[in-house]
């Protein structure tokens, strides 16, 4: 085929580097050849066709393709090499053309309005595409400029997001997802309500803390499944969520066992007021609490002692004694519900400081912080010990072992980071006590502690908020002092009513 021929007025012809000149007119400063790109094309060569105008003699001006042709020139070294290289083009007619053209034409090449590039999923379904068909994961690599490691994690998420999930995406106009949100979204694929909450929390900036929230309530539904049929085979009745308790019953870690000690769960197991119910503050999924129906009807008693009497008692005390209304307890779902954010927003926002603190570079505010803490000395900072339990936060934070050796080799702004990092250790130890999102005086705690932390739990996560971490609803209302009201999410994936072999808190008093 000739070089020069143009009977059509876009003809498409192999052309040497060398045959083409430069548009002088070309209005793009910044031709952006990133090392992906750069990379594709010398696996690649050029794919996309340049469209060019012939200029006569066997020479072209380039119209459009400029990045590609920078890109197949750094393919060689020498330029001779670079002159010999290949390329598709399009040949236009002059003839055609009209004055101002070449500008309308880049204009239209490159404006956001006249393309669209493919989406995350978009382009993982082609990358999965092509590993389906036999390419292999490292050629896939090669040839588009990415890691292993990308590919592979492409190859996996579009592999995971399914059918359902895809639907709601289209449902929902949502385009543009990385790679990550997705691969979260296909793990709850099999859940269509867990994806729509997912996709709520990402367009309101919470769907880090939405991740952790379905991901404890998958573990906890999943050891509540298993825990259920020990609990039937073992002959103890379960009260399910939703269940009431009489008002008479009684944690068994509140009554007297036959030794004097707290009453334990095997000690009471053949007490006919014997019921267990999902745990308040679980340590592991499918934990439960047990409890005696009628501890005074079975013959079980509260301990006595000494013990200091906690605000919240001595308020339920002097209303007995006044006559006043005594203060309202919460139900035991929503003190479930309000521990499942706290400790789901928990375990976010640690994430959340880990990748800030992994970062080359600190935010200007840390500086002022750190100073301020270091020069007030709030009870958070007075009570670091270097103990255990805030060195193994601090190597969780940070990932070192030993931060002390670590900071003679640290950047100045990496040392603001390591310093963040121990003050970030001394408020999450504080804020460790699952009680401090509580606002009612019936937490068994002392009141005037729980507003101590609370307090210390609002200072800290109100300068989180200003350098960018997205609160969640329980968090928030840390912040506002107000009562937790926004149940979030509402409660999912709970046991069914009826499911076999679980007893409710009145049967098990009427068994009794």
């Not at 308020?315 to 919460?330: C, H, I, L, Y």
């Not at 970062?359 to 270097?386: D, H, M, N, Y």
Request: proline share 6%; net charge negative; with cysteine.
């Amino acid at each position: 085929m000739s070089d020069t021929a143009t009977t059509t007025p876009m003809q498409r012809v192999t052309l040497r580097l060398g045959q083409i000149r430069v548009n002088e007119n070309n209005v793009r400063q910044d031709l952006n050849l990133d090392e992906k790109f750069l990379k594709s094309v010398a696996a690649n060569g050029v794919k996309v066709p340049v469209v060019v105008l012939p200029l006569g003699e066997d020479a072209y001006e380039l119209k459009m393709g400029h990045r590609r042709y920078f890109a197949a020139r750094t393919t060689k070294e020498a330029e001779e090499e670079q002159d010999a290289v290949e390329v598709p083009a399009y040949v236009l007619d002059p003839s055609l053309r009209e004055a101002g053209e070449d500008f309308i034409d880049q204009l239209i090449e490159n404006d956001d309005a006249y393309r669209r590039g493919l989406t995350e999923l978009e382009q993982a379904d082609a990358l999965f595409g092509a590993v389906g068909e036999g390419m292999k994961q490292a050629r896939v690599a090669e040839l588009t400029g990415r890691t292993r490691i990308q590919v592979s994690r492409a190859v996996k998420t579009a592999k995971t997001v399914g059918g359902r999930t895809r639907s709601v995406l289209a449902e929902a106009g949502t385009y543009d997802l990385d790679l990550e949100v997705l691969g979260v979204l296909g793990e709850f694929d099999d859940d269509a309500a867990a994806v729509d909450r997912l996709l709520e929390a990402y367009s309101k900036g919470r769907f880090e803390f939405q991740v952790q929230w379905e991901r404890d309530d998958r573990a906890e539904q999943q050891a509540r499944a298993t825990v259920r049929p020990q609990l039937k085979e073992a002959g103890v009745r379960l009260a399910e969520d939703g269940d009431t308790l009489p008002p008479t019953a009684e944690l068994l870690a509140e009554l007297d066992g036959p030794d004097g000690e707290p009453m334990s769960a095997e000690a009471h197991a053949a007490c006919p007021g014997h019921v267990a119910t999902w745990a308040e503050n679980p340590s592991e999924p499918g934990e439960v609490d047990c409890f005696c129906t009628d501890p005074d009807r079975f013959g079980h008693r509260p301990p006595q002692g000494d013990a200091p009497e906690t605000d919240g008692e001595g308020d339920v005390q002097r209303a007995e004694a006044t006559g006043e209304a005594k203060p309202s307890e919460p139900s035991r779902e929503y003190v479930k519900a309000g521990n499942k954010a706290y400790r789901a927003a928990e375990k976010a926002r640690q994430a959340w400081l880990k990748d800030l603190i992994g970062r080359k570079s600190a935010p200007k505010p840390l500086a002022a912080f750190i100073t301020e803490q270091l020069l007030t000395c709030p009870k958070p900072v007075a009570q670091w010990s270097g103990d255990v339990g805030r060195h193994n936060l601090i190597k969780e934070l940070t990932g070192y072992s030993t931060l002390a050796e670590r900071a003679k080799t640290a950047t100045p702004a990496k040392l603001t980071l390591l310093n963040f990092a121990v003050l970030a250790a001394t408020f999450e130890k504080r804020m460790g006590e699952v009680r401090t999102w509580r606002t009612d005086p019936t937490a068994r705690s002392s009141v005037y502690e729980l507003r101590e932390t609370r307090s210390d739990a609002r200072t800290w996560l109100t300068f989180l908020a200003e350098i960018g971490y997205p609160l969640s609803g329980i968090e928030q209302a840390v912040v506002d002092d107000e009562p937790y009201q926004e149940h979030e999410p509402d409660a999912a994936n709970e046991a069914d009513e009826d499911t076999p072999g679980d007893a409710s808190a009145e049967d098990s008093e009427d068994a009794s």
